[in-house]
C-alpha cells in the first residue's frame, strides 16, 4: 500500500473577509494531500520547491511519514506562490498575485523506489507533466486525477489522454460543466464517467458536498455541516487525501469501498476547513477522524 | 390526523430554456402540497380560486381526497396567475408577469370541520393572513410555516409573530440568509432554529437538498440525483407536503420522524421536478414513493 502523489507544494498568503492575513503558510495540493491521506494510507510525494522552503513545513510533512524521495529541492529556484483573498461568503476568492518560481521548469522525476506504487493521484498540473508520470510507472496502478478550468480550455487534448489513463477522477462543478459542456450536474457526471470509461467520479461542489458517480449510477453526499469555516484553502485536496488513501488501503474499488472512501474524504476536507491552512488538519488524530465519520454517517443516515 | 394547508392555487404560465411555453397549468403552493401531502396524510384546503379555475384541476384535488370546505370559488374574480421563464440551468428563472386577482382581497376562513386540525402548514403568504389563520384555530396545532423575501424585508413584524407561533419552518438558502443576516447556512440554520425557539427549521438549497436543524444540530441531506428537471417549479411546496404530512401520521417530533418526513419530502419534490407542472406528481402512487425513498436512502447512506 502506497499512494505516490504527483502536484504543488506553495507558500499560501490568505487575507480573510475580516482583513486578516497568514503570510507564507504551507499550501499547495500536496501540503493538503500529504496531511489528509496519511490517516489511511503511507503517502509518496513527488513535487518541488525552493530553498525558501521552511524546514519546518518539511518536518510536518515527515510527521506524517510522507516518503520524500521525489522531492526535488531546487538550490537556486523559489517555491510556487499564491496569495488570494477570501469574499464574506467564504466559498468564493480572488487571486492576488501568483509566482511559479521553480514549478515553472519543473522536470518531475518519479524515483525508481516509487514506481511501482499501487495508487497514483495527479493533482492539478499542467496534463503533460501528469503524462509524464504516468510514462514513469511499472505494472497498472489505480490512477486518480483531478484538473482545473485553465487545462481544461488550453490543454484538452493532453487532458484527454490524463483522464483516458486513470480509473477515477476528482472535478469540481464548474470544471465539470466546463468539461462536459452540460449545466445538469447529475447528467455531468454520469456523462464523464461515460465518455471516459472511468470507474468512478466524484463531481465535487464545496460546501454542498458532492456527486459520486459509479456503474452508471450518482450517489449524492453532502458536506460535513460546518457552522464556522476558517479557510477552505485546500479542502478539495485533502478530500483527494482521505479518498484515495482509503481507495489504496482497500485494494479495491466497489461501491461499499467508495462510501467508506467519501466518508474518510468528507471528514478530513471538514478538519481542514476548520484551521487556516494546516494549523487544525495537522493536529488532529485518525481516532478524531474516526470519531467523526461514524457521527457524520450517522448524521446523514436517512433510514 | 389531517393537516390544514393555507396558501395559493395559481394558474401558472411557464417557459421552458428551450422556448416551450405550458400555458394555464395547475399551480401555486396549494396544488403541490395536496398532491404530495396525500400520500401520508389526509389535506384540508383554505384558499381561494376564480371562477376561471379549471374544474379539471378540482377533480385533480379531489382525487388527492383533498377536503375543500376551506376552498373559496369566488364569482366575479379571477384566479392568481403566474407568468415565469427558466434560464438554462434550470434553477434560476424570471417572473414575467403576476396577476394577484382573487388573492389581493382574499379574507381566509377557516370552516368549523378544520378548527381542530392537528396540523397546520402556512404556505407563503402576507404574514397577517397567515396569522388570521391561526387566530381562527382550536387547541395547539402543530403549525410549520414558510415565506418569501417580499415578506421578510416588508412585513418582519408580523412574520415575526407567525414564526414565533409555529414549531418548524421551511425557508429556502436566500430567504434564511435574508432572515439571519449571515453567511453560513449552517449557522443560519442553527441560528433561526435557536432565535425563534423552534422545535426545528428546514433550510432548503434546491438541487443541493437542505439541511435539517434540530435539537442545536445539522443534519444536512442531498437532493434527489435528476440527470433531467423536467420543471423545478412547485419544488418547495411539494417538499412542505412530504414533509408535514410525514410529521401529522407520526403524531410526533423526534429525529427518527424528522428523518423519515425529509426522505418522503425529498422523494415527493423528485416527481414534481419530472413533469411539467403536476403532469408527473399526479400519476405517481405511494408504491413510487415507498420505492424511491427505499432505493433513495440507501444510495445516501454512508456506512
Same mark, same amino acid.
Given at each position: ?96 498575485? /501568483?509566482?511559479?518560481?521553480?514549478? +515553472?521548469?519543473?522536470? &518531475?522525476?518519479? @524515483? ?5 506504487? =499501487? *495508487? ?91 456527486? /459520486?458517480?459509479?456503474?452508471?449510477? +450518482?450517489?449524492?453526499? &453532502?458536506?460535513? @455541516? ?5 479557510? =477552505? *484553502? ?70
Amino acid at each position: 500500500m502506497a499512494v505516490l502523489t504527483f502536484g504543488s507544494i506553495a507558500l499560501d498568503t490568505i487575507t480573510m473577509p475580516s482583513g486578516k492575513t497568514h503570510r507564507n503558510v504551507p499550501g499547495g495540493s500536496c501540503s493538503y494531500f500529504i496531511h489528509s491521506a496519511h490517516f489511511y494510507s503511507p503517502v509518496r510525494v513527488v513535487a518541488a520547491v525552493g530553498r525558501d522552503f521552511p524546514k519546518k513545513y518539511l518536518d510536518g510533512f515527515r510527521r506524517c511519514r510522507a516518503d520524500l524521495a521525489g522531492l526535488q529541492v531546487i538550490p537556486d529556484g523559489t517555491t510556487f506562490r499564491w496569495e488570494g483573498t477570501y469574499l464574506p461568503d467564504m466559498n468564493n476568492r480572488t487571486t492576488d498575485s /501568483l509566482s511559479f518560481g521553480v514549478l +515553472a521548469s519543473f522536470q &518531475p522525476v518519479v @524515483p525508481a523506489s516509487f514506481q511501482d506504487s =499501487p *495508487t497514483v493521484f495527479l493533482a492539478c498540473a499542467i496534463p503533460a507533466m501528469q503524462l509524464r508520470i504516468l510514462s514513469q510507472m511499472r505494472g497498472k496502478p489505480l490512477v486518480v486525477c483531478d484538473t482545473i478550468e485553465v487545462y481544461i480550455r488550453e490543454n484538452r487534448q493532453d487532458l484527454d489522454k490524463v483522464i483516458r489513463r486513470s480509473q477515477g477522477m476528482i472535478v469540481n462543478d464548474s470544471e465539470a460543466r466546463l468539461l462536459s459542456g452540460e449545466d445538469n450536474l447529475v447528467a455531468t457526471a454520469l456523462g464523464l464517467l461515460r465518455k471516459y470509461r472511468l470507474e468512478f467520479l466524484v463531481l465535487k461542489k464545496g460546501e454542498h458536498g458532492g456527486i /459520486l458517480a459509479y456503474q452508471n449510477q +450518482a450517489y449524492p453526499f &453532502p458536506a460535513y @455541516p460546518l457552522a464556522k469555516v476558517a479557510d =477552505p *484553502t485546500g479542502a478539495g485536496d485533502s478530500f483527494a487525501g482521505g479518498l484515495v488513501a482509503t481507495l489504496d488501503q482497500a485494494k479495491k474499488i466497489d461501491l461499499k469501498t467508495l462510501k467508506k472512501a467519501i466518508l474518510n474524504a468528507t471528514v478530513v476536507a471538514s478538519f481542514a476547513c476548520e484551521g487556516v491552512s494546516l494549523s487544525r488538519l495537522s493536529r488532529v488524530s485518525l481516532a478524531d477522524c474516526r470519531e467523526r465519520a461514524k457521527k457524520f454517517a450517522q448524521a446523514v443516515s436517512l433510514g
